[in-house]
């Protein structure tokens, strides 16, 4: 019987084992593919506080270390959904059951992928799903955002900051962000509207070099040169195995609130995996520590 059951190795997860070991609890981490969830992929993280610059694999590889050293136990499975017995919450993976007092939901989301094979094979040679995370490597460059909803109009605002140019790409001629968003870009002398326009293709064998670009309302394709393509069509959540344990909103997000509570007592959803404005590593961390102290007193409740 495990104390805390953590279900996602990224930030959130590894961040609760921490606390949870800590407390004095006997925590396991299941993780399906790769422990340090999104941030891996950053090159460069400059923004967690006390830490002026490491990778982000160096940073999953330093929180994963410091959670097991403490004894947090892991497991690379791939979990299929939660059921409760007697109070007792059994995490169902492929082959095993894990038995859990608590349980931590902390999947993460994914971002949504224009589904470009080039997207994939430039992957952190120019094309980014994280502006925040990466924005500053492109000082003076020219960089497109792609995507018309708050995230890219933000993320747009942010780059205008540090790049030369940004052109802001999307597929219909009207935003799906708010207004208040919109209205300070049009200001902004580097930022570039390209509307009504859907990406064919990224340019660039080793590096990002240019996008192939179709205007939707001629079918004309048209080339743009950046050394940057931050992807910003929407995230997607993977919560559908926890459906009947907890509730989810429209979107997929675990419901719960920054008390990390889900709407089944003992289980507690931490990280992006729930609803929540600001997605962020320093967030995803918080969120860890929030829901193992949050799980510990549920513990001690029980008791
Ligand atoms: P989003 O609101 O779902 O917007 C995604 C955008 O990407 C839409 O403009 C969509 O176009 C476009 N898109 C989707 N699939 C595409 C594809 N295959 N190719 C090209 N474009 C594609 O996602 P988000 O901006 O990440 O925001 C997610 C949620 O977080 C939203 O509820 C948002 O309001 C919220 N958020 C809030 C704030 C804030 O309040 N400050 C900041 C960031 C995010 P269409 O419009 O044509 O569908």
Redesign the pocket.
């Known amino acids: 019987m495990y104390d805390i059951g953590i279900i996602g190795g990224g930030t959130a997860g590894m961040t609760a084992a921490v606390y949870g070991q800590r407390a004095g609890k006997r925590t396991v981490i299941i993780e399906g593919m790769n422990y340090g969830g999104q941030i891996t992929v950053s090159p460069k993280v400059e923004n967690y506080p006390g830490i002026a610059s490491v990778s982000g694999a160096e940073f999953s590889m330093n929180l994963l270390d410091q959670a097991m050293n403490l004894g947090a136990e892991t497991e690379l499975e791939q979990v299929k959904g939660i059921r409760q017995e007697d109070g007792i919450k059994i995490i169902e993976t492929g082959g095993k059951e894990y038995p859990c007092r608590t349980v931590i939901i902390a999947t993460g989301v994914t971002h949504?992928h224009?589904?470009l094979e080039k997207e994939e094979k430039l992957l952190g040679a120019g094309v980014s799903y994280c502006a925040t995370c990466d924005g500053a490597f492109f000082k003076g460059k020219d960089v497109a955002v792609?995507?018309?909803?708050?995230?890219?109009l933000?993320d747009a605002d942010f780059l205008s900051n540090y790049c030369n140019k940004v052109y802001l790409v999307?597929?219909?001629d009207e935003?799906?962000?708010?207004a208040g968003?919109v209205e300070p870009l049009k200001k902004k002398e580097n930022v570039e509207f390209v509307l009504s326009a859907?990406?064919k293709d990224i340019v660039g064998e080793n590096v990002v070099e240019g996008l192939i670009l179709n205007n939707k309302k001629t079918d004309e394709d048209f080339q743009l040169s950046v050394s940057g393509v931050f992807v910003?069509?929407?995230?997607v959540p993977k919560n559908e195995v926890f459906a009947d344990a907890v509730k989810l909103d429209d979107?997929g997000f675990v419901l719960a609130g920054e008390d990390c509570l889900t709407s089944a007592p003992g289980i507690f959803a931490a990280g992006d995996c729930r609803t929540k404005?600001v997605r962020q590593l320093t967030t995803a961390a918080a969120d860890g520590a929030v829901a193992a102290l949050a799980a510990c007193s549920y513990i001690s409740v029980q008791e």
């Open positions: 949504r224009l589904g792609i995507g018309g909803g708050n995230t890219a933000q999307h597929r219909r935003f799906r962000g708010e968003l859907v990406v910003a069509i929407g995230q979107f404005e």
